[in-house]
């Protein structure tokens, strides 16, 4: 059977237990058993949703702050496990959401690169072909052997950037529009991000501005304080988000 | 992935079956030396029994793997094996992240992995030496050989303790195997043991203790080590996800086994009643095996080598039925 879909996304729902407090020691928790304060308040973060997205599909995720976008994000890039519901992936995923996760300030760009790179699952090979076009796309060829702690905020962006974006996903997830760096290289973030669209990836793109999703995406789900709201054609979903 | 564990098993068996020769003959040339009245068919019939044993419990592994996995259904192992295949490059980069910071910016580097130990013996012997006596023949390689083991266990298990809590910030930005913060912690300071080895080697050889065949039995010795003490560090780094209080328990703790454990006494100078409690300290066991193979030329009896598998066996499937058990809940509580 052929598989059509990049992302198949069937009633996934999350919840938490979320403690009044967060309790972290024995000690504490036996006296809240003693005094009869342990409440758990279990709170539903995502419920029931269930979407598909199609191959080369740009899918727009909308929905005001704290409505469980980011949450849904971490679902399907597989680091939290749903509740209940489960979620199918056909083909690599690329997370554009938290850049440069596993950076280590006291190892230089070089060797974090490689760390970076085998954190988002690329083989030695991988890396040793890539090297030169990261550090090109980064513009950062003087200061490979610095250790990134002496690094400025946006150089180390670039670089996390620069390593997300070496491969060619099947499904790229992107977390707001990205604000890396300076205005030059946010127009050349832009311009890759354009490139993989056009290379026929699959896109979840996550934002709260209806604009933006609306000008870029082809379907959209409107998510509302952890409920799905709607479903359908871009526009029409951000009519209706707008019209709130 | 059936195929993966047919491959391990095809591999394992063959060495299964080499050093199951070697160690026989090995026990051969050693027994009839250490134990009166040897009685061969007797040994071989014993020896039979504990190989078989070990190997039908690594031949049930295997078996139940392959028919978890035609089911479709991975299970703990397959995560396991996974961090060795699928995500070797990724635990090669963080054994070596341990490395390189580790000795980062210290003038001798690597060299401080050979100087610690023996400057440790130094101090621990003259201290045992002048101080408090024990009538043990060459003291300072005695001390060498149990406190470098001991060394390799507390460094492994107090780094993977906080290996998931400290891994908070990737946990919550990536997929990857929980497992691999635990191993590779575990294997950074195994390299670093094997390092240390080196002064060990030189102390022995100071004392005129030149290495003999007992010394093949130190792979084996490393296995069931390493089973043993990854098993705890399993268990240690899920306990401290959910209470921290044993980040502090567990720095006293280890105080406590350093002294509790015959690292700089030997066990005969107990009283025969500490001497039995002494059997149930896993430590003890695994001290005695790696003394008697590189200190005293003892070939290790059959009942040690049972005794160290089923220690090992049994914390590695503990510390990794727990760690399975609540892996998906670590993100909530870091």
């Known amino acids: ?244 | 992935m059936s195929n993966v564990w047919k491959k391990i098993f095809a591999v394992c068996s063959g060495a299964f079956a080499l050093s199951g020769a070697v160690f026989y003959l090995i026990s051969l040339y050693y027994y009839p030396k250490q134990v009166n009245n040897f009685n061969v068919v007797e040994f071989t019939i014993k020896f039979l029994i504990a190989f078989f044993c070990i190997y039908g419990v690594f031949a049930l592994v295997c078996i139940y793997q392959t028919l978890k996995n035609k089911k479709g259904k991975e299970t703990a192992m397959d995560g396991l094996v996974g961090v060795f295949t699928k995500y070797r490059f990724l635990l090669k980069q963080l054994v070596g992240k341990e490395f390189k910071l580790k000795y980062r910016r210290s003038y001798l580097g690597i060299a401080w992995s050979l100087i610690n130990p023996l400057l440790m013996m130094i101090v621990i012997s003259a201290v045992f030496s002048f101080v408090f006596r024990f009538n043990i023949e060459h003291f300072p390689a005695y001390l060498i050989v149990g406190q470098t083991a001991f060394n390799f266990f507390s460094e492994a298990t107090q780094l993977s303790l906080f290996s998931i809590v400290g891994s908070g910030q990737l946990i919550k930005k990536v997929y990857m195997p929980k497992y691999i913060f635990p191993i590779s912690r575990v294997f950074s300071s195994f390299i670093n043991f094997l390092i240390t080895l080196i002064p060990v080697y030189m102390v022995l050889l100071y004392y005129d203790i030149y290495p003999a065949l007992t010394n093949l039995y130190l792979p084996v010795f490393f296995l069931y080590f390493l089973m043993f003490t990854l098993g705890i560090s399993l268990i240690l780094a899920t306990l401290d996800v959910f209470m921290r209080d044993v980040q502090h328990l567990y720095g006293v703790f280890l105080t406590a086994l350093a002294y509790s454990t015959p690292i700089f006494y030997p066990v005969e100078s107990l009283s025969p009643m500490m001497q039995n409690i002494m059997n149930y300290n896993p430590l003890y066991h695994y001290l005695k095996y790696i003394r008697n193979i590189l200190f005293y030329h003892v070939n290790p009896t059959l009942t040690e080598n049972v005794i160290c598998f089923t220690l090992g066996a049994v914390a590695l499937c503990f510390g990794m039925w727990l760690f399975v058990k609540k892996q998906n809940k670590f993100i909530l509580y870091i």
């Open chain 1, 1 to 244: 059977m052929e598989k059509d879909y990049a992302v198949k996304v069937e009633n996934v729902s999350m919840h938490f237990n979320n403690c009044s407090e967060k309790i972290d020691s024995l000690k504490e928790y036996f006296l809240k058993i003693v005094k009869k304060q342990l409440f758990f308040k279990d709170f539903i973060a995502v419920k029931d949703v269930s979407f598909e997205v199609k191959k080369g599909e740009i899918f727009g995720i909308v929905g005001t702050n704290g409505s469980g976008k980011s949450t849904l994000l971490k679902i399907i890039s597989g680091i939290l496990t749903p509740t209940s519901g489960s979620v199918k992936i056909n083909g690599t995923i690329a997370p554009l959401i938290e850049l440069g996760a596993g950076f280590d300030g006291d190892l230089t760009a070089k060797e974090n690169i490689y760390l970076n790179g085998a954190v988002l699952g690329y083989t030695k090979e991988f890396l040793d072909e890539k090297f030169d076009s990261i550090v090109d796309f980064a513009e950062l060829h003087d200061f490979m052997d610095m250790p990134l702690k002496n690094y400025s905020s946006g150089m180390v962006a670039r670089i996390a950037f620069a390593i997300a974006t070496a491969i060619n996903p099947d499904i790229l997830i992107v977390d707001e529009i990205l604000s890396v760096g300076d205005y030059l290289f946010q127009q050349k973030c832009e311009k890759r991000i354009k490139e993989l669209m056009d290379a026929g990836v699959a896109i979840i793109l996550v934002s709260h501005s209806a604009g933006q999703i609306e000008s870029m995406c082809d379907r959209a789900l409107w998510i509302e304080k952890s409920i799905p709201k709607m479903i359908g054609p871009a526009k029409e979903v951000c009519a209706a988000y707008q019209s709130l």
